[in-house]
């Protein structure tokens, strides 16, 4: 074996082995890649990092001023900021109701209700029967409704 020395940094030696491929990973042109990649994608998981949500510092605050644990727990459900709009906005809302401090909030079922009955108008409108409405609703909504309500529904949207 005869003693090469190999200089590595050497410009002369890079440009004799220079190969005239173009390109990222050009100067490794005689390696084959792997038929499916790299291989370490293999090992990945669910980067669970992401999923969790960290909590917010300023909630402990609103424990150490006294707030009771369901506005804390909206705050975490809506974010802080949120929190905070919705909280002034009632806030002021109660400053200039005559009942002290207390705002009105309505029912949320109130909500579904009217979206549900907006749902059977509109497929009364695409010209669907009582009884299909009736088996749309139970099947897209959850929610077991009469055909006699159906139709009561209907005619007070056509009335208006």
């Known amino acids: 074996m005869a003693d090469i ?9 890079m440009i004799a082995n220079e190969v ?19 291989g370490y994608l293999d090992i990945c998981t669910t980067f669970e ?3 969790k949500k960290s ?17 804390r727990s909206l ?9 905070l709009v919705v909280w002034e906005s009632m806030s002021n809302q109660a400053l200039n109701s005559d009942d002290g401090h207390r705002v ?3 029912r949320y079922d109130a909500f579904m209700r009217y979206q549900r009955n907006r749902f059977i108008v509109a497929l ?14 139970m099947h ?7 055909t006699n309500h159906i139709s009561r529904l209907i005619r007070q949207y056509n009335a208006n």
């Open 5 to 13: 020395e190999v200089r590595r940094s050497s410009n002369t030696e």
């Open 20 to 38: 005239q491929c173009q390109g990222v990973g050009a100067r490794h042109s005689d390696t084959r890649s792997l038929p499916r990649g790299g």
């Open 49 to 51: 990092v992401s999923e």
């Open 55 to 71: 909590r917010d510092p300023r909630i402990s605050e609103l424990h150490d001023m006294g707030i009771s644990g369901f506005w």
């Open 75 to 83: 705050a975490e459900d809506i974010g802080f900021d949120a929190f």
């Open 104 to 106: 009105y909030v309505p």
């Open 124 to 137: 009364a409108g695409n010209g669907l029967k009582a009884k299909e409405i009736k088996e749309q609703v």
């Open 140 to 146: 897209a909504l959850g929610d077991d409704i009469t």
